[in-house]
């Protein structure tokens, strides 16, 4: 099965300063790339979809300029988010797509403080 | 918004089968069905998925209904381990894709717990 690596699986910052989410697709080339958040007892949510070399197309609500997606290569998709709130605080997904299969990362948990 | 509705939980023998219904009237011919399941604080894992046919893998069945807007996964036989959130989702094809997938939106989901 394919094996993606999200990294870090758990991080805790300071209010004001920028965490950066790694997601790497191991041993298949993933041409699109989905961030989700999940909030506690809520259901997954889709934060934006992006293709390598292009740029990430936002869901409704989500600010681009907070949660800067970069997807350079076939293999590594980051997500930052930027001068981060309490608020912020979730579990962030990222699902790298091959074909019609959509595989997930373990997940990292934010925790701002 | 997510096509799909769920039951929001399901309780379950251990080595009963599970039988996980899952709504979807407003389907559209070329969408598939998929069902993943998430374990607490872990990333969702893939079950299986169809289109028009019944499907079965080493994890699960899924059985559509002849007119798509509805299905049931089936768990053969419960372990404690399938405890988890099971979530049924329709795929909605993402324009610049085209026969490549699409997004997947995530309803609620049902939580199963399978119990000794």
């Known amino acids: 099965g394919a094996v993606v690596s999200q990294h870090p699986s758990r991080v805790i910052c300071k209010s004001g300063t920028s965490v950066k989410i790694e997601c790497r697709s191991l041993?298949?080339?993933?041409?699109?790339m989905f961030w989700y958040r999940q909030f506690p007892k809520q259901s997954l949510m889709l934060m934006a979809t992006?293709?390598?070399?292009?740029?990430?197309?936002?869901e409704q609500g989500v600010e681009k300029d907070k949660f800067l997606i970069n997807h350079a290569s076939l293999t590594l998709s980051t997500l930052t988010v930027t001068s981060a709130h309490p608020e912020d605080s979730s579990f962030y997904i990222c699902?790298?797509?091959?074909?019609?299969?959509?595989?997930f990362g373990q997940g990292t948990r934010l925790t701002v403080v | 918004d997510a096509k799909t509705t769920q039951p929001p939980s399901m309780d379950c023998a251990e080595g009963r089968a599970a039988n996980l219904p899952c709504n979807h009237s407003?389907?559209?011919?070329?969408?598939?069905v998929y069902w993943y399941r998430q374990i607490h604080s872990q990333g969702p894992q893939y079950i299986i998925h169809?289109?028009?046919n019944n499907e079965t893998n080493e994890m699960a069945s899924l059985i559509i209904t002849e007119d798509r807007k509805s299905s049931t996964l089936i768990l053969p036989h419960a372990t404690l381990r399938d405890t988890a959130v099971y979530y049924c989702?329709?795929?909605?094809?993402?324009?610049?894709?085209?026969?490549?997938?699409?997004?997947?939106?995530f309803g609620q989901g049902t939580e199963l717990s399978v119990k000794p």
């Open positions: 699902s790298p797509q091959v074909n019609t299969e959509a595989f």
């Open positions: 992006s293709n390598e070399g292009s740029k990430a197309t936002y």
């Open positions: 407003t389907i559209s011919g070329n969408e598939y």
């Open positions: 169809g289109l028009k």
């Open positions: 989702i329709v795929r909605v094809p993402l324009k610049f894709q085209v026969n490549q997938g699409g997004k997947l939106i």
């Open positions: 041993d298949f080339q993933a041409t699109t």
